[in-house]
């Protein structure tokens, strides 16, 4: 079974090049073009990793996460917020709202694909040696 991603960008270029990247590298992919769509898409799809854009109408990107740490009903995704903004008060906002990484734009689609590649991979490792150690226990 591949690994749900969900990408929450408004710009539709962005997103279309995104989405077909990750199902190039055989991720299960949905988007959404707002942060209240997202939030939406992530109680329906369930996703295991979320792309979210910070500046987007009708609820922002920092609104969305901050909506789906609060959820209990939720089974939390790794959320990285994908952002123009930089700034180190940018960052640390992101980490307060609930992101568990901050990807500056301008980044390439390829470094995305990787990021998010390497952060699934670390955590599948992650998760089988907690496994592991339990069942040996």
Do not use: C
């Amino acid at each position: 079974m591949s690994v749900r991603v969900l990408v929450v960008e408004d710009d539709d270029d962005l997103a279309r090049l995104l989405t077909i990247r990750l199902r190039n590298a055989d991720f299960a992919v949905e988007r959404a073009a707002d942060g209240e769509a997202g939030v939406r898409l992530t109680r329906e799809f369930d996703p295991e990793f979320i792309l979210m854009d910070w500046m987007m109408p009708i609820k922002s990107g920092i609104e969305a996460v901050e909506e789906i740490r609060a959820d209990p009903s939720i089974r939390q995704p790794y959320i990285a917020v994908l952002s123009a903004r930089s700034a180190p008060d940018d960052i640390i906002r992101a980490r307060q709202a609930g992101a568990d990484e901050y990807i500056a734009k301008p980044v390439s689609a390829h470094d995305v694909i990787d990021r998010v590649s390497s952060i699934i991979e670390k955590r599948q490792q992650l998760v089988s040696q907690l496994f592991g150690e339990l069942l040996v226990a």
